[in-house]
């Protein structure tokens, strides 16, 4: 009996042909491509058949809920993937929503570089091919006084090809401490391994000393690996040797020393009243001769991996032909130009660049804005939601500054008929969704990393979600 009613439904699903012939569907072919409502037609009678078959569907399925099932699907996927949201979490460098929001500069660069031909590998003086990072290699060197650089896709990229082109088949040490799992779970050890070099640990977690590094020096070494926990941080019983003594070893040795940073700090934190990041120019002091770090961090770019240090190792990295597959794409560099040669004049550094300036927001004019757009919403929702304004805390972010909490002010949502996360999660669906953050079962709507053109939006989108 069971199986003849399955049957019996299983039959009564329409064809793709006869569901398209819906009024319904007809109007939305007006406003979304053909094809997002074809797609979207077979997905949801593929769906409805397994859930017949299943036994979770026990009645025949009316046409009308199918269509508005279609209508749902196809607005969905009609949506770009990569769409414009708020960030209301107070997390400054957001991986999940993009990192650092890139200068005005540079945005305008990238959109040239995307619309037009480009002098991307072409010189104009000469008119042969050239490196289409030259420019931006120079600029890399000349802000942390190094000999050279060179740039790559992304950091975790950097370490690979530093790693390949100076410990293929050799050893590089490494402290115990500092085998970091950076994000999406990729893993130093991990990372080191498909380099081809040799990892030798020594140390312990919390402390590794000078002479731990010396007593597994042989020929077969080849590099000292320093990395900066960027993401994390041990304190207490602790112990590392600085770089600069690192350095000594290394080169008394005829080793390479390679130093990854992670977070690309160029400015020193402390003028905006933030914890102090190391940074390149340091490494490059203390004697580092290969020094990696990102460009999306709080260096405040596009996504890359930088390489700053001696001549004469970075020269062998871009030779090695591992440098091609991991080589940055025209828009990108014209946008980390750009960045670059904002950080040649540092005094225009903390307004010009927008992850520092965000950083560097006094806190007085957050709680205004937060004041201003609490009153806004509570003269719509005040009845069915508690809003107030909390002072509270924002976190840098991207794996930068763990211990780094920086004073914020947010609008505060509760409310005796939507828990927390059905807030969120309709703050989610808006137009223009609306990331926010759950602490102590109260909705936290964070004003330092909301951009204060966003600000009407916000209030518009947060009593559409919740109104």
């Known amino acids: 009996m069971e199986q003849d009613l399955k049957s019996t439904l299983l039959r009564a699903i329409p064809s793709v042909e006869r569901l398209m012939e819906d009024p319904a569907l007809g109007a939305l072919g007006k406003s979304v491509p053909r094809w997002v409502v074809v797609d979207s037609v077979r997905h949801v009678l593929a769906e409805t058949r397994t859930a017949i078959v299943e036994g979770r569907v ?10 508005a099932a279609v209508e749902a699907r196809a607005a969905m996927r009609a949506r770009r993937g990569i769409r414009k949201v708020i960030n209301a979490t107070g997390v400054v460098i957001h991986t999940n929503l993009g990192r650092s929001i890139l200068a005005d500069a540079a945005v305008a660069a990238a959109v040239e570089a995307a619309r037009s031909y480009s002098s991307l590998e072409f010189d104009l003086t000469g008119g042969a091919r050239s490196s289409r990072t030259e420019i931006v290699d120079e600029l890399a060197a000349k802000i ?49 391994k498909k380099s081809g070099a040799r990892m030798v640990e020594v140390g312990t977690t ?26 994390f941080a041990l304190t207490g019983f602790v112990e590392s040797p600085p770089r ?7 080169h008394r040795h005829g080793l390479v020393m390679i130093e990854d940073l992670g977070s690309g700090a160029l400015f020193d934190l402390a003028r905006i ?59 990108t560099l014209a946008a980390l130009e750009e960045t670059l040669r904002i950080y040649l004049e540092p005094e225009k550094l903390p307004s ?11 806190s007085d004019g957050l709680e205004k804005r937060a004041r201003d757009a609490a009153e806004a919403v509570s003269a719509r929702l005040g009845a069915t939601f508690e809003i107030s304004v909390a002072r509270t805390t924002s976190q840098v972010g991207g794996g930068s500054l763990p211990l780094a909490d920086v004073e914020t002010f947010a609008v505060v949502l509760v409310s005796p008929k939507m828990s927390p996360h059905g807030i969120v999660a309709a703050l989610r669906k808006c137009e223009i969704p609306i990331i926010a953050r759950i602490g102590e079962d109260k909705v936290y709507i964070d004003f330092r990393t909301i951009l204060p053109r966003d600000d009407d939006l916000l209030i518009e989108e947060i009593i559409a979600a919740l109104g």
């Open 206 to 231: 919390n402390r590794t000393r000078l002479e731990d590094y010396e007593a597994v020096i042989n020929p077969s070494t080849a590099v000292i690996l320093k990395v900066h926990p960027s993401n």
């Open 352 to 362: 010009r660049i927008p992850t520092l300036a965000m950083l560097a927001l006094p």
């Open 244 to 250: 600069s003594q690192l350095a000594d070893l290394a």
């Open 58 to 67: 026990t009645a025949e399925p009316r046409r009308e809920d199918l269509a």
């Open 273 to 331: 009243g933030i914890q102090r990041e190391p940074m390149p120019q340091d490494s490059i002091a203390d004697g580092a001769d290969v020094v990696t770090f990102s460009g999306d961090k709080l260096l405040g770019g596009p996504q890359a991996g930088l390489v700053v240090g001696r001549r004469e190792p970075i020269a062998r990295m871009k030779s090695n032909p591992m440098a091609r597959a991991l080589r940055l794409d025209k828009m």
């Open 144 to 192: 942390v006084a190094s000999e050279d650089a060179f740039v790559v896709n992304n950091n975790a990229g950097a370490v690979l090809l530093a790693l390949n082109t100076l410990a293929d088949g050799k050893d590089a040490i490494v402290s115990r401490g500092e085998l970091v799992e950076i994000g999406g779970s990729f893993r130093l050890p991990d990372v080191m």
